[in-house]
């Protein structure tokens, strides 16, 4: 299995800031993807976090307003930049690691509220 | 991509089986089934995954049917800690869990 630590757990954020989330994996993992879960819906992906290189975004998402990195195999960062009360949501890592890719693990999320 | 389609909510009492349904009309032949569930303030955890035979695991079982087009999550024993939200995703070729697609999936209820 994979242990995920995502900080901040939550936050309250004024309008026009940015916070960055940060997503620490116990192990090496292939795979790390970042997630949006607005109030009350289901899960989006926002991207999936290339090591070494930029990330891919999926439709509806783009870099200036969610940069991603991931500067090795366990650790990620997100970005969530010029905050509006939309962006009010949980933001959850996942993982998918080696040798076991049949299986997604996700962090606890990140509870963000934009005031 | 493949839809699922699953109800809404369900509920059940505690100590008995559930069953709780997923269509998939339009799925392909390559795609796996993967069924994940998301306790109240938490992240979602796998539950249980497959492709054409039923598989059974700690936490449950899954039912496949013969043509594909549906499958049924079996949890045998539901407990209160079950209550959460059940999501049934297809996943392409190889069953790798990259890129899951959530539906609304069903919210199940666990009474005394």
């Known amino acids: 299995s994979a242990v995920i630590s995502q900080k901040p757990s939550r936050d309250i954020c004024q309008r026009g800031t940015s916070l960055t989330i940060q997503c620490q994996v116990d192990s090496q993992v292939t795979m790390m993807f970042w997630y949006r879960q607005q109030p009350g819906q289901s899960l989006t992906l926002i991207a999936t976090?290339?090591?070494?290189?930029?990330?891919?975004?999926e439709s509806g998402f783009v870099i200036d307003k969610f940069p991603i990195s991931r500067p090795n195999l366990t650790f990620s960062t997100l970005t969530v930049s010029n905050m509006s009360p939309e962006d009010s949501s949980i933001y959850l890592c996942s993982v998918v690691p080696a040798g076991r890719n049949t299986e997604a693990f996700f962090g606890q999320g990140t509870r963000l509220t934009v005031v | 991509d493949a839809k699922t389609t699953q109800p809404n909510s369900m509920e059940s009492n505690e100590e008995e089986p559930v069953h709780l349904p997923c269509n998939h009309s339009t799925i392909s032949g390559t795609d796996y089934i993967h069924w994940y569930r998301q306790l109240p303030s938490q992240g979602p955890e796998y539950v249980i995954h497959?492709?054409?035979s039923n598989v059974n695991n700690r936490m449950a079982s899954l039912a496949i049917a013969e043509d594909r087009k549906s499958s049924t999550l079996i949890l045998h024993r539901a407990t209160l800690r079950d209550a959460a939200v059940y999501y049934c995703i297809l996943t392409p070729f190889t069953g790798t869990a990259s890129k899951l697609t959530f539906g609304t999936g069903t919210r199940l209820q666990v009474t005394l």
């Open positions: 497959g492709l054409t």
């Open positions: 976090a290339n090591q070494g290189s930029e990330a891919t975004y």
